[in-house]
């Protein structure tokens, strides 16, 4: 492949039931900053059945140019369609760099792309930057200038490493939702919409969707919160963990637990955050009374913040926390609410 | 029906992240395991096995110590045992590894395959849905409920907010959630006659149709640029204030953050 063809940042512009997903704003966001460092622009690419309006959207939180791909087969997200489809994308208009988020669609639609048109995939990145690779030159090594340096958590999240794709095109990466910052959305700024119908064959790997079932339980899982309020032993009791329901729903985010509340039967165990329970990385994590046994933070010290709200200063959990409040949950959490709802309000 | 099930043996970090005193990690201090989505896997495979009859194959791409774990799939009921080693297939990123598995599975009669939807080393579920794009199958990600149905599956695949019921066609390649089951102990029988098993072992010269510039770290488009341990980040901020101070403490630390 002539890796100089390829220009170019393009971002899967993941849709659901015909409504841009959140991520698809964010890869714009993050696009612009890598096309203003190559000089290029950003072209979001959208998927689906009668999702001509979508453009619009896309254009608004800031995409130069918008490809739609609009054919009944892609109603429903199944893997082979939208894999032709994006992948007659690439081989057509040979964008640099192709960003998918890392959803349940784009982990399954991301690898499935990057096999078929023959290039390298990052996963979950959390961070994206222009750069040269290697990073330092080395004799007898050319070093290629302008590469996307793709940085990811492995291991639990207890190692980090940056990759680069040198030597094949586009360098693809999947990108963790709720990490980068989507743009002001500006009415009225228009985006260049290309309709592009690439064939889409029917064949072997097309399967058959029999039912959709929305919101299987009331429960979100706790591992793909992005905001999680956490109580432990020292909310008190189960009909106080009220207060923790309540921050929860204003922020969007739900409610998990320790060991220790589970262990009192105040809470079902599939809310248990630790190392007996789940492992999670919200973007923000409230830590309400937990005293933050090593159990307990082995499962939840990878989020990005963490707020830690307890009565006892010598408590381990403010060892883990970016912001610990030494003080009483039961007066700071009816006055946060009320102060974010007020807060939110105003948006 | 034949059923595989790929397994990789990865370090435990759900049983206890261990450290070095500089904070990096101690690999050494941790076990080596079968990976809990790859298990829930072959769970899936024995209980198909244990209805049908159906005969289930573990393949593993790893260093000659993964045996021990094959011999635990065998011991928990799985038939035969394959284990892909050589030196020349090291350092493969998801690209490679899954040309080489693709290229071991060629060697095998399969109407079913079923991976873990990631590893919990390296995190990057892309492993199964490449193995399915290179042998041409159909593929479905994050499956919590799998049955047979003559000659099709209908899988339960999960998203963040829905689940979808899917029907495919056998051959196809299934990626199992942890959440699929709950994985069975080896029986003391079993583990006697794991013991006493073949496990087949595969170097590359054993893999068809399967370019050198596919495998290994030589063949690998993705390339590491710099890897570190990270850093246990150490504690933040911590304030005493009274309850109105406080709330507008965090009310401004999610501004700063970009939360609100």
């Known amino acids: 492949m002539s890796l100089e063809e390829y220009k170019g940042v393009a971002i899967f512009a993941q849709q659901v039931d015909n409504k841009l997903s959140s991520i698809a704003f964010e890869l714009i966001g993050k696009a612009h900053e890598l096309a203003a460092d190559l000089g290029t622009d950003v072209t979001a690419v959208v998927l689906g059945s009668g999702i001509g309006s979508l453009a619009d959207e896309l254009g608004e939180y800031g995409a130069d140019k918008v490809v739609v791909i609009d054919n009944p087969v892609l109603e429903t997200y199944r893997t082979e369609p939208y894999a032709q489809a994006l992948a007659a994308y690439i081989n057509e208009y040979k964008p640099e760099i192709m960003l998918v988020g890392a959803t349940a669609i784009g982990r399954d639609l991301g690898p499935t792309v990057s096999a078929r048109v023959a290039t390298g995939l990052t996963a979950d990145c959390t961070s994206l930057e222009i750069g040269d690779f290697p990073l330092v030159a080395r004799e007898g090594q050319e070093q290629k200038h302008g590469q996307l340096l793709m940085t990811r958590p492995a291991f639990g999240g207890n190692t980090i490493a940056t990759i680069a794709c040198p030597d094949n095109r586009p360098q693809m990466a999947t990108v963790r939702p709720g990490v980068m910052q989507k743009l002001e959305k500006v009415a009225g700024r228009k985006a260049e919409v290309i309709n592009y119908n690439p064939e889409i064959v029917e064949n072997n790997k097309f399967v058959e969707i029999l039912n959709v079932v929305k919101n299987i339980s009331n429960t979100v899982d706790i591992m793909d919160a992005k905001i999680l309020v956490s109580g432990g032993r020292g909310v008190g009791t189960p009909e106080n963990f009220k207060l923790l329901d309540d921050l929860a729903e204003v922020l969007g985010g739900t409610v998990s637990c320790s060991r220790a509340v589970v262990d009192a039967g105040w809470k079902p165990k599939d809310l248990q955050v630790g190392q007996t329970g789940k492992t999670v990385r919200p973007n923000v994590y409230f830590a309400i009374g937990i005293s933050g046994a090593i159990q307990h933070t082995a499962g939840m010290e990878e989020s990005d913040i963490i707020i830690a709200i307890n009565k006892d200063e010598t408590a381990p959990i403010f060892d883990v926390a970016d912001y610990g409040i030494v003080g009483d949950l039961n007066k700071i959490l009816p006055a946060l609410t009320e102060a974010l709802k007020a807060e939110l309000a105003n948006k | ?260």
């Open chain 2, 1 to 260: 029906m034949n059923i595989v099930v790929c397994i990789k043996q990865v370090p435990d970090t759900k049983g206890g992240v261990k450290f070095n005193p500089d904070g990096t990690l101690d690999r050494a201090a941790m076990l080596a395991i079968m990976n809990p989505d790859d298990k829930a896997g072959l769970e899936a495979a024995l209980r198909i096995k244990d209805e049908t009859g159906a005969k289930v194959t573990v393949v593993t791409m790893g260093l000659p110590k993964a045996d021990d774990m094959l011999r635990e799939a065998l011991a928990m009921g799985a038939d035969e045992a394959v284990l892909i080693t050589d030196r020349r297939l090291g350092g493969a990123d998801t690209w490679a590894t899954s040309s080489t598995i693709a290229a071991g599975l060629r060697n095998i009669d399969y109407d079913l395959i079923i991976t873990g939807r990631q590893a919990i080393d390296g995190d990057t579920a892309q492993v199964g849905p490449q193995i399915a794009e290179h042998l041409g199958l159909p593929v479905i990600s994050y499956a919590e409920n799998i049955k047979v149905e003559g000659d099709s599956v209908v899988v339960q695949r999960q998203y963040e907010d829905r689940y979808h019921e899917i029907k495919a066609k056998m051959p196809c390649l299934i990626t199992a959630l942890s959440e699929l089951n709950e994985p069975r102990y080896m029986t003391p029988g079993g583990i006697f006659d794991a013991f006493d098993k073949e496990v087949t072992v595969w170097g590359r010269d054993d893999l068809k149709d399967l370019d050198d510039a596919n495998i290994g770290l030589a063949g690998s488009p993705t390339k590491i640029a710099k890897a570190s341990d990270k850093v246990r980040k150490g504690a933040g901020e911590k304030v005493a204030l009274d309850p109105k101070e406080s709330v507008e403490y965090i009310v401004g630390k999610l501004k700063e953050k970009h939360v609100i």
